[in-house]
T-cell receptor, first 112, second 110 residues
């Protein structure tokens, strides 16, 4: 999961395994959530999003699960590949505007 | 389409110097924003703009100015750089629900 501090939590997985990255969000009024991937030295890239009226959304090799009861979001990556190595962080939007609040991120390391 | 373009990619300043980080997007997005990213912290919003001629403060606006004279450009100005402004800066524009980020500008203030 994500936390505030100097060191990013790290998830290490074997190539081919499934990865699950967790995020606890803060505002029960948030209506939209996004997962971003950030490779070293690059800007964040959109992976997948989900609205608060859904509890699951699937993309290509990725699934986002939303549990509003406990304010928890997860990103599942199937058959993790070396190219998936990056920092992943979630973002929440509150109030229907354009402002996003970002989490601190989780470092995913894929071991060959 | 180039997307969101930031310049420079790297910059070293001395305390007290001023500089401008440039950001341009070619997607005709109305909403643009500047974030800073520091170790162990999430992206924090500095300033944002919902359209040409309109800007507003984000979470950490102090020490930064912005302007939005055109839809395409959203420069970020550091008026008098301080070591606390050492960070990686990202410009982003908003499409249909999705933020498109630039590649980042790494700024070091000595």
């Amino acid at each position: 999961g994500e936390s505030v501090g100097l060191h990013l939590p790290t998830l290490s997985v074997q190539e081919g395994d499934n990865s699950i990255i967790n995020c606890a969000y803060s505002n029960s009024a948030s209506d939209y959530f996004i997962w971003y991937k950030q490779e070293s030295g690059k800007g964040p890239q959109f992976i997948i999003d989900i609205r608060s009226n859904m509890d699951k959304r699937q993309g290509q090799r990725v699934t986002v699960l939303l549990n509003k009861t406990v304010k928890h979001l997860s990103l599942q990556i199937a058959a993790t590949q070396p190219g998936d190595s990056a920092v992943y962080f979630c973002a929440e939007r509150t109030g229907g505007g354009n402002k996003l609040t970002f989490g601190t991120g989780t470092q995913l390391k894929v071991e060959l | 389409n180039a997307g969101v373009t930031q310049t420079p990619k790297f910059q070293v300043l001395k305390t007290g110097q001023s500089m401008t980080l440039q950001c341009a997007q070619d997607m005709n997005h109305e909403y643009m924003s500047w974030y800073r990213q520091d170790p162990g912290m999430g992206l924090r919003l500095i300033h944002y703009s919902v359209g040409a001629g309109i800007t507003d403060q984000g979470e950490v606006p102090n020490g930064y100015n912005v302007s939005r004279s055109t839809t395409e450009d959203f420069p970020l100005r550091l008026l008098s750089a301080a070591p606390s402004q050492t960070s990686v800066y990202f410009c982003a524009s908003l499409g249909t629900g999705e933020l498109f980020f630039g590649e980042g500008s790494r700024l070091t203030v000595l």
